[in-house]
């Protein structure tokens, strides 16, 4: 019987590289897994996210890629039944690395919630998004009012606000999952007045516009990029 030539057995010095690329990549997989790190696929580092803020198996509703931020930047919006998360992920030499994400907790049966965020990098224009749930069958179109201060009243012990930016989203811009209504708006914000901060406002109407809702976003994260 003639000797199969076709197995060649691989040279010693073949076999010892195969066994060093085999640890290599059990070792990547084993600090993947334990330190969430050098993770393969950006919703790997969107589950990590989850995981921190208490919305874990969240159902992605939207993602958004944002180079003003990072230019590897990607921002997934995420919903469970009873959570809404705005979380983000960039590409590292690591791979993708879990960022900053806020998780809004939308069980009380109010008729809205809102979140927000805002992100910038090197001391550039800071890019803000607001984001949320729509419980309400009642409300057509959701506002955000961007306001600044310009002073206090006295009696009433409350700032006064004056309304610089206006952004709505309308049944045509809303985002469904599940039978469920969310939204997702951005915007950077240029000639803001000094010595004031953004105040945002999150308000819902119906369709003749009338007020449903009305309250201050006062959940959210701010992030820097160096």
């Known amino acids: 019987m003639k000797k199969d030539k076709s197995r060649t057995p691989l040279p ?9 690329l085999t640890i290599a990549a059990l070792t990547v997989v084993l600090v993947n897994y334990t330190l ?4 393969l696929l950006p919703i790997q ?6 995981e921190r803020e208490g919305a874990p198996h969240g159902r992605v509703v939207t993602r958004l890629w944002e180079p003003a931020v990072h230019k590897t930047g990607l ?7 009873t959570m809404v998360l705005l979380g983000n992920t960039y590409l590292s030499l690591l791979g993708w690395t879990p960022g900053f994400g806020w998780a809004l907790d939308c069980a009380s049966g109010a008729p809205l919630y809102a979140g927000e965020t805002s992100s910038c990098r090197d001391g550039g224009e800071t890019v803000w998004h607001f984001y949320g ?17 310009t002073g206090y009243d006295q009696e009433r012990g409350e700032n006064l606000y004056e309304e610089q930016v206006l952004l709505a989203a309308g049944r045509e811009d809303w985002l469904e999952k599940e039978g ?9 914000l240029e000639d803001w007045p000094e010595h004031s901060g953004v105040n945002a406002f999150a308000i819902g109407r119906d369709a003749a516009g009338n007020l449903v809702t009305e309250f201050p976003i ?3 994260t701010h992030s820097y990029y160096g």
């Open 180 to 188: 469920r209504r969310f939204f997702l708006l951005r915007c950077q």
């Open 36 to 39: 969430h790190t050098g993770l």
């Open 218 to 220: 006062e959940e959210g």
């Open 12 to 20: 010693a010095r073949k076999r010892r590289a195969l066994k060093y």
């Open 45 to 50: 580092a969107i589950r990590a996210v989850e």
């Open 133 to 149: 749930r729509v419980d309400s069958p009642e409300i057509e179109t959701v506002e955000i009012s961007l306001r600044s201060i």
């Open 75 to 81: 921002f997934y919006l995420t919903e469970n039944e």
